[in-house]
């Protein structure tokens, strides 16, 4: 059989507009209606992922983003393909994660039809709109084309949200009328520097300050040299939000990690006389707690001005580029270093609350950190082994080395992560610790880690089900009900995946189990029943 002609579509102008950013994978499911968007890919360089539901398409694309520093490109079908993304979707807004999501639309003039056509959709726009931070029905191939490089310039400048834009189907497959000149990635805006006078009177206060504590959250990831900067001029120690794990290398002197849930760290904070909060919008599901309350003075540092005020009042707010504002603070701070802060109780006030709240998982979590690489791309899941304990217990060297969605804690993120992290880099190992719960929701993407040719280790701690949930239920005087799961023999489910399954039988092989995983290569999966070891 004979491919048909090859015509220049609307797909095509967009694909390759997308390609001239950078863009080199994109993550799917090829369907019905979205064919001429997968017709350009092979021709343009672009590998296609084609992952076993369109949530694991989301956060494969989330996942690779976090590696590559570009948005995450997903195209769905129409209907249930763009439905089935929406969890993702969801996430990358509540993350500022940078994603760019693509799908046809019923043709220009059967909006609202409700005649029964496939995938018919009452109005896709509208409701990816109600979550992502704009979606688009584009009426011509040239305002599609717009439309990915108004995308690109959010997420080079403003605040990293997803975006969408829906092509009309007969718009889609049409002839494309945009010159080779549009389709050439823009020229990046100069990073915004913050107001100067807002900048001056923050440094007079940094350098006044006798106890100054920096929290970097995921707004400040590209800034890891600036604030390490800071820091050691200031003296301050460093919290980090989940999402800003890594800003600072958590080996380092001033470094007090991901941290913020726990109360004897955001004391430290809540202490300071001056508190610079850079890219956070310190909400609930980071801090653990309604809000902070800091006693002393609050610099702000965000690219959004609507991020200053949020959920603490700001003394100095400045809008700007995190990098941009603070090496300009840097610039205006006295050169001499001060000396670094004995930060030797805080730790121990904060390791002895870590202890206390999951003493069980945080020994785990310190068993299975112990088989990982230095340099391994870690995803993680909402499951009690990450956000009681691993994102505590890893220490990491550079952000976006642990993969998590600490707002939104969707179930089913880890795995699928950590297939697009592996895309992206395959210089450092990549492994997904992850509940049993959790994995029940991503387990097939299993075939797409084996379809792709991956190394990826799959560490299933598995503690009978939604323990978390079993206690909130007993807590509440209920009897448990609907979180006690029947499990299959994992190991035998990934090796009929086509992958290599192994069963810890005791708790001293956890750590070569997992190294000896890794260094297999391949896909892997590691069955760690906690309840019984």
């Known amino acids: 059989m004979h491919a048909a002609p090859y015509a220049d579509t609307a797909g ?14 994109v993550f799917g499911i090829p369907g019905t209606h979205n064919l001429e968007l997968y017709r350009p890919l ?20 989330d996942g690779w983003a976090q590696q590559t520093r570009l948005p995450g490109v997903v195209i769905t079908t129409s209907g249930p393909g763009l439905q089935n993304a929406m969890s993702a979707i969801g996430t990358a807004f509540c993350e500022s994660r940078p994603l760019l ?19 018919e959709t009452k109005d896709a726009t509208a409701m990816v709109g109600a979550i992502a931070e704009w979606s688009r029905r584009v009426t011509t191939a040239a305002e599609a084309v717009d439309a990915v490089h108004d995308a690109f310039a959010l997420f080079r400048s403003g605040r990293p949200r997803p975006v969408h834009i829906e092509i009309p189907l007969d718009v889609l497959e049409a002839p494309a009328e945009v010159p080779a000149e549009a389709r050439r990635a823009r020229p990046a805006q100069a990073p915004a520097p913050g107001d100067a006078a807002a900048v001056e009177a923050a440094a007079r206060l940094l350098a006044e300050s006798r106890r100054p504590v920096i929290i970097a ?7 890891v040299t600036e604030i390490t900067d800071l820091a050691e001029r200031l003296g301050a120690p460093v919290l980090t939000t989940l999402n800003g794990k890594g800003v600072v290398d958590e080996r380092h002197p001033l470094s007090l990690g991901s941290n913020l849930r726990l109360a004897a760290a955001r004391a430290v904070a809540e202490d300071a006389d001056v508190l610079l909060v850079v890219g956070s919008k310190l909400g609930e599901a980071e801090l653990w707690a309604p809000r902070l309350e800091a006693r002393g003075a609050v610099v702000r540092i965000d690219i959004s001005e609507a991020q200053l005020d949020k959920n603490l009042a700001v003394t100095i707010g400045i809008a700007g580029d995190a990098a941009a504002v603070a090496d300009a603070l840097l610039a205006l701070l006295p050169p001499r270093s001060r000396i670094s802060r004995d930060l030797a109780a805080e730790r121990s006030a904060i390791d002895a609350e ?12 310190e068993i299975i950190a112990e088989g ?79 379809e792709q040719r991956l190394d990826v280790t799959v560490v299933c701690v598995d503690n009978g089900g939604y323990a978390e949930i079993r206690q909130n239920e007993i807590d509440r005087g209920m009897s448990p009900i609907g979180v006690d799961l029947v499990q299959p023999d994992w ?38 029943p906690q309840n019984a070891l």
């Open 491 to 528: 190991a035998a489910l990934a090796t009929a995946f086509g992958a290599t399954g192994r069963r810890v039988e005791r708790r001293a092989d956890i750590v070569s189990s997992i190294r000896d995983a890794i260094a297999d290569g391949g896909v892997q999966l590691v069955h760690i």
């Open 217 to 223: 959250g995921g707004g400040s990831t590209d800034a």
């Open 42 to 61: 092979a021709d343009l360089g672009i590998r296609a992922v084609t992952n076993r539901h369109e949530q694991g398409s989301g956060y494969g694309a």
């Open 372 to 450: 990982l690489p230095d340099d391994a791309i870690v995803a993680g899941d909402s499951s009690q082994i990450v956000y009681m304990a691993l994102g505590s217990v890893l220490r990491q060297r550079r952000p976006h080395s642990l993969l998590y969605t600490p707002t939104y804690a969707t179930l089913g993120y880890g795995l699928p992560a950590a297939i697009g992290a592996r895309v992206a880099d395959t210089s450092r190992p990549v492994v997904t610790v992850i509940g049993d719960g959790a994995l029940m929701f991503c387990v097939n993407e299993l075939m797409t880690a084996i």
């Open 12 to 25: 095509r102008a967009v694909l390759e507009t997308i390609r001239a950013y950078g863009v080199t994978a």
């Open 101 to 119: 999501v693509l799908s046809p639309g019923v043709p220009l003039g059967s909006e609202f039809a409700d005649v029964g056509t496939l995938h």
């Open 354 to 365: 870590m202890r206390d709240t999951a003493p069980e998982t945080v020994a785990l979590a």
